[in-house]
């Protein structure tokens, strides 16, 4: 048998297949948020694109606790994205002590939380909103948290370098 008759329809298989599978993995990448460590909890935000939202939806339940922050847009859906920095603390439910605290501007947080019960903190331009969450062993927990649509973003998202020449602008007139 004569080798060398099998090698060219071989090579051409492989380069095609790869073509076809760099394509493919191109197309769908979606880059990981990266794994935060605080008080020695293991975290992750993100969500703001649409393909990061999804992405972290398909780990969400490999993970202890999710945490979902948004706004309503006041007909009883949620904006998309988050747009301001909150402040996340996890307290134990019954001792009270602090497990961790974060700052995320993100609409997700996963973490990897021990067994128990917390009570979940979430402060955004001084409204706090608390929800109870239990973490069991091999079951993801879920909070989420939902600012009202007349709450004022204006204070609490960061002003854009246009925005803040025109207000000056328009103020020294």
Known sequence: MNPTRFRRPLAALVLGGTAIL?????????SNPPI???????????????GEAEFMEMVAPRWAATIELGVSDGKGAQLAGFP???????????????IMNVETQAPYMLARLNPGAYDVNVTLGGLT???SLVVIAGAPARASFLWPSN????????????????AQTSAAR
């Open 22 to 30: 760099g394509a493919f993995s191109s197309a769908h990448a979606v």
């Open 36 to 50: 935060q460590v605080a008080q020695g909890v293991e975290y992750m935000c993100g969500g703001a694109a649409k």
């Open 84 to 98: 301001a920095k909150a402040s996340i603390q996890i307290r134990q439910k019954y001792t009270g002590q602090t």
């Open 129 to 131: 909103l608390t929800q």
């Open 151 to 166: 709450f004022d973003m204006a204070s609490v998202t960061p002003a854009l370098p246009q925005t803040q020449a025109l």
